[in-house]
């Protein structure tokens, strides 16, 4: 049973929303950081949001800021990323990811864990934005 599942991802036009989840099982992610990063073949992995499940504090890349917003359930041990106004360079495989390391945190801190990839990964899921 994978850790963690994300679900959601799909094909939309420019401008179309989305939204994608991640689900943990076997896992609690109280006091942890957990987001998402994107990645397109042959480009760099990019972290695109980082939340703080202790107090719901966020961070984003500033690429979706304005755009995205990544949210939680703690009762469901879900994370959610809801994206807005999509564009074609917002394509890619997004996975979620949740910090090996629990305690003490805040939003900026969590995007920091995730853009240096701490933590266990989802399998990912596909957004496309065609234009």
């Known amino acids: 049973l994978r850790l963690l599942t994300e679900s959601g991802g799909g094909s939309v036009q420019t401008g179309g929303s989305l939204r994608i989840s991640c689900s943990a099982s076997?896992?609690?992610?109280?006091?942890?950081?957990m987001g998402w990063f994107r990645q397109v073949p042959g480009k760099e992995r990019e972290a695109v949001a980082g939340?703080?499940?202790?107090?719901?504090?966020?961070d984003y890349a500033s690429s979706v800021k304005g755009r995205f917003t990544i949210t939680q359930d703690v009762g469901k041990n879900t994370v959610y990323l809801d994206m807005a106004d999509l564009r074609p360079d917002d394509s890619g495989v997004y996975t979620c990811?949740?910090?090996?390391?629990?305690?003490?945190?805040?939003?900026?801190?969590?995007?920091?864990?995730?853009?240096?990839?701490?933590?266990?990964w989802g399998q990912g899921t596909q957004v496309t934005v065609s234009s």
């Open positions: 939340i703080y499940t202790g107090d719901g504090t966020t």
């Open positions: 990811m949740a910090d090996t390391k629990k305690g003490e945190g805040s939003g900026p801190y969590c995007y920091r864990r995730i853009a240096g990839g701490f933590g266990y």
């Open positions: 076997r896992y609690n992610f109280v006091s942890n950081c």
